[in-house]
């Protein structure tokens, strides 16, 4: 069996460490988690670390210092080098802790079989895996999350060469050939308490105010974007972007015994039709100032297919999916095979 461990680096993840833990040990096994604890000071941090270095979860703790976060990337690469040198992996995963690891190929898959068989099939490739697809999760919208493509990497045993600390720039021994992988990130950024979003942001902008050079030039741009924009503002430019329903993510984390309501929020405002949808997904739309809710079927190897202009693409080509919903739909192109009508709800203007 392909042997694969995570790694993750986290400072007082009160909220998403317990729930990181248990998807990803679903899928792996406790014994093959490692975190690194970066000076966590919550007691309910430190218990769940406690806790589940007894179930077999690796908790380190030799790097706690705001320079050690700023210098994740080096810090991880180092211990992947150990694993290699102790033949301990096949793959390597380095993870944040609002990243979840998922199958997103024709359909949406949370499985843990399934999610495991893929690594199956990339262990005899010689290249840079890189997996740029992630689902960010809609504040205020439950069930709801917007697909983007942003390069993250995994490594296969013996192959890394260096990694940054967003882990947008994976660089392996096999720099001419790069693969990318039938993963795809649950991104579960945007906490449903937006005094939590921006706790953790000054967090990050406090580490990196030491003095040390930044590794890119634009760090910290995008986090004091949430001292300059309110709640209310912050999630209305998410509402007119379309995104996919996805009712299934919640459904797993209940699985694992995990409340999805503090993950996700308990947003009352949007549709959760209770739909059988084998493919994982549907793509929605909202129309009419939000009062309107329209849903269809997407099927993305028809759509590739049937499109060859977008299969083609250097950027859409990595996820048509993310071309449908940002210019496909309103072009008018078929989604699926059976080109089935739309499911449209329509909300009541009291709500």
Known sequence: MTRVR????????????????????????????????????????????????????????????????LHKGDVIAGII??????????????????????????????DPEVIRRQFDYLVQENATFITDRLLLNVPEAPDYYLPQIVRRGLFRAQTIVSLDRGFHNPRSIYPER??????????LHNRPDYEEIRR??????????????????????????????????????????????????????????IDPDILLGTGDTIPHPPLNIPSGFLAHRAREDGQQHEYRLFDPVFYARNNPDVAQDTYYGIWPL??????????????????????????????
Request: charged share 20%; hydrophobic share 40%; aromatic share 10%.
């Open 6 to 69: 995570c790694v993750m680096m986290q400072k007082n993840e009160a909220t998403l460490l317990e729930p990181w833990i248990l998807w990803h040990a679903a899928i792996f096994g406790f014994s093959n988690l490692t975190v690194i604890d970066n000076g966590s000071t919550d007691p309910v941090v430190l218990d769940i670390q406690t806790r589940y270095e007894g179930k077999g979860v690796h908790i380190v703790r030799d790097h706690a210092s705001p320079g050690d976060f």
């Open 81 to 110: 080098r150990q694993w290699d040198a102790d033949d301990a992996c096949d793959f390597a995963v380095p993870l944040d802790c609002d990243e979840f690891l998922t199958v997103f190929l024709d359909q949406l898959s949370l």
């Open 178 to 187: 790069h693969v990318r992988t039938p993963f795809a990130h649950l991104h």
């Open 200 to 257: 953790f942001a000054r967090q990050k902008l406090d580490a990196s105010e030491t003095g040390e050079m930044l590794e890119h030039p634009q760090d910290g741009t995008h986090l004091r974007f949430y001292f300059e924009t309110g709640s209310e503002d912050f999630a209305a430019g998410y509402r007119p972007v379309p995104n996919i329903y996805a009712p299934v993510i919640a459904q797993r984390l209940r699985e694992l015994g």
């Open 322 to 351: 993310v071309h449908y919903l940002t210019c496909g739909w309103d072009e008018g192109r078929q989604s699926d095979p059976g080109n089935v009508p739309p499911l449209v709800f329509q909300m009541d203007k009291a709500t």
